[in-house]
């Protein structure tokens, strides 16, 4: 089950990875990470100007450029990065994707889902990338297929 677009997931898997493999002024070149992650270079870098229009990244062009982070990591929350890359309403979406869904009008899965949703959007506003970050280099967590 897909809960967020491939573009959600990407761009979740390429902060990940800029978080944890490299420091967080330096700047990461799109098509070493596009190659490292097996995610198509046009597409990451679609997603990533998305999120450097949203304020999260900046880029630089040349030889030496990429993206690197204009925010902090210990400042992004994943409420933050999943509103950049899903859109303001993600916590509001009805799981089947039904419009109207809601307490006067609930789905099959509303209840269900309700709970879920909210248990996500509670730990998505206290987890930052930076703790990821340190989760990922402590534990050994994998981003690569």
């Given at each position: ?34 190659e490292k992650l097996d ?73 269900f889902w309700k709970e ?18 340190q989760a990922i280099r ?8």
């Amino acid at each position: 089950m897909r809960v967020i677009s491939k573009a959600g997931e990407y761009g979740l898997r390429a902060l990940l990875y800029m978080v944890s493999e490299n420091g967080e002024q330096e700047y990461v070149n799109i098509r070493d990470m596009s190659e490292k992650l097996d995610i198509s270079f046009h597409f990451l870098t679609k997603i990533l100007q998305n999120l450097t229009q949203k304020g999260l990244l900046r880029s630089y062009r040349g030889p030496n450029g990429g993206v690197a982070f204009l925010i902090p990591p210990e400042s992004i929350y994943l409420t933050d990065l999943i509103k950049a890359l899903e859109g303001d309403d993600f916590f509001d979406k009805c799981l089947l994707g039904l419009p109207g869904c809601g307490e006067a009008q609930p789905c099959p899965m509303h209840n269900f889902w309700k709970e879920i949703k909210d248990k996500l959007k509670s730990e998505f506003a206290h987890t930052t990338l930076a703790d990821l970050g340190q989760a990922i280099r402590k534990q050994r967590f994998r981003l690569i297929p």
